[in-house]
């Protein structure tokens, strides 16, 4: 932003600017995987679908469902301590956050790797790499917009009064968790 | 005011001169302009298409263009007028001119801004650097699958096609979304919702249809390259694909883009039509209603262009009642117009005549619309001349003439100098005869069953006096384009006026200077009424007051 527009006054609204853009940046997200999924439904009414409700199965993305889960919990600690001014609770649970994020993103890799079809197996191939590979997209600029928050708490960028950036990457982190609680029972349990 | 400090911290900065402080800007107006000029020479490639189809229709039997090169140039006529032309020409008044009418110094986010024109830029020359590395897309600009998919579309034209309708996909939602905050957050004191000026609003609801439908788009398109390149199977039928989900994912997107196409046109008619009557605006509310009800009913009518895929009889039903609904809030906007001019003192300069034009064009395309929402209608008219006629009286007879309506309207904003009346007023009259020369025909060719994107036809069919007029037609619309742009060259050589406000206008963008300076407003302006400069100028008669009595 330019030092202008940064310094002039809106006193029309009293909202934060970063988080009207990230809300509407989420409502067309959701818009894209919505229709990703109307995909998956349209084709899924007309076919065979190769996925296996067993238990073992299902270990690998069970455990990532309470991974991505858990990993909720560091991302709102995170937004707690920086209203406290707590720099280091802050950048622990920042860290914390990213870790889980990794150790999801490495247990995606491994259930692409032994999903046992792939992208060009029926239509159903297809639709299950393109939901989870979006999805598995999104947690990867969630861990980007992590990374550069990480860095600035180590710059001293935040404080009580100011820590919207931590803000607006933890809620696209919710997000994320989200969009993959949806994606996980469609794809896995239903 | 901090301004002063805040120029002085600009003026700090490195000075860049010439090309390269147009290539490093971030200021909403230089990327606005550079939106409007980058249009203006799409449109111009585009209408060189069009003219090629015509000459080739001009006759029966015409072997002017191979059938692959027709192809080729219908769909990039489609894809350049929509994507490349409209679309950013509404983008370039939006950056110019919803900062200054609501009263902010720029864009919310002004380097996304300028992200966001780089982008469309490049997709432009990307997908016509097509022509020269294969062969250009060839499937029309809604790229029906499963005639996309790469047995049948075997050359890299659809991964051109594909690759640039994302980028411009990309750069269209970030531009929409900074639209969307900054009205949301930087209207200048007293500048409420309901103060807006149409325009304002008008783009408002454009970034929102924006922002909801393009994802449509780009799972479809992503869909279809993944089918391409990786094959998988989304849309072929024989391994579990789904042939009608392209069109259902397209025009999810497609019909929303119908009315962002049109939308920022109505706005700019909106504004121009109350200055050149030198009334307020009549019905406001009922316009911004009538626009924010266009852009809901936009997303639940897109099965309408799938009437004859074979759907149910419900759902027929549902999708031609809903289009008649559409009837309802552009019949609104009709009466808002006319109700505008109604005991008005006319001025007939050419933005005014744009906009009238606009008006009369438009409400033949409309009333073409209310035919093709008749399902019977439809499965006779589909394919034909007659969906032909339909839109380009929307989108010619509508957007074009509201944009050029724009381009008349704020040009002495923009340069400090007017375009030429005479040449205006001209360049009106070849742009309407013109069109309805081209048009209007298309109607009679669409009853008679001619099929729209064929390269040829046979004689005996009672087609070729019709095909002949619509190329006559395009070349009058071709000279119109010529006018223009010799009034242009010829403007803008002139020594500026700089007067500031040249037609005795009622919104904020006139109070600026002409050009405006870098900061807009040396203060920034408080507002009371929906005409904050007419009340400037009239204190006794301010709008505020009479709302008072």
Redesign the interface.
Known sequence: ?????Q???????K?S?GK??LF??L???S??FT??L??YA??RD??SWLIDHSLARLTIPLINTAILLLSVIPAWYAVVNIRNENQSVLLISLIATFMLGLVFVAGQVYEFNHAGFH??D??????F??LMGFHALHVIAGEVFLVINIIRTRLGDFSSSAYSPVEISTWFWYYVTVVWLVLFIALYII | MTVQAQTKSKLAKPDLSGFLSWVMTVDHKRIGIMYLLTAVVFFMFGGIEALLMRIQLMQPENKFLSPDVYNQIFTMHGTTMIFLAVMPLAAGFGNYFVPLMIGARDMAFPKLNALSYWTYLFAGAFMYSSFFLGGAPNDGWFSYAPLTEPLYSPTHGMDFWIMGILLLGFATTIGSINFIVTIIQLRAPGMTLTRMPAFVWAQFVTAFLAVFSLPSLTTAVMLLLLDRQLGAHFFNVAEGGSAILWQHLFWFFGHPEVYILILPAMGIVSEVIPVFSGKPLFGYTAVVFSMIAIGFLGFTVWAHHMFATGMPATTLLFFAGDTFLISAPTGALFVAWLGTIWKGKLRFSSPMLFSLGFVAMFLIGGLDGVHLAVVPVDWQLTDTYYVVAHLHYVLFGGAIFGIFSGIYYWFPKMTGRRLGEALGKWHFWFFFIGMNLVFMPMHVLGLEGMPRRIYTYGTGRGWEIWNFVETIGAMIIALGVLIFLINFFVSIRKAATSEADAWDGFTLEWKAASPPLVYNFAEIPSVRSRRPLWDEKHPELADWKMENK
Not at chain 1, 1 to 5: D, E, G, P, V
Not at chain 1, 7 to 13: G, W
Not at chain 1, 122 to 127: L, M, R, S, T, Y
């Open positions: 932003m330019s030092a202008l527009s310094s002039q006054a809106h006193p029309m609204s909202l600017t009207v853009a509407i940046i409502i067309s997200e818009v894209f229709t990703l109307v995909a349209a084709l007309q076919n992208i060009n029926q239509a159903f191939g297809g639709v790499f393109t």
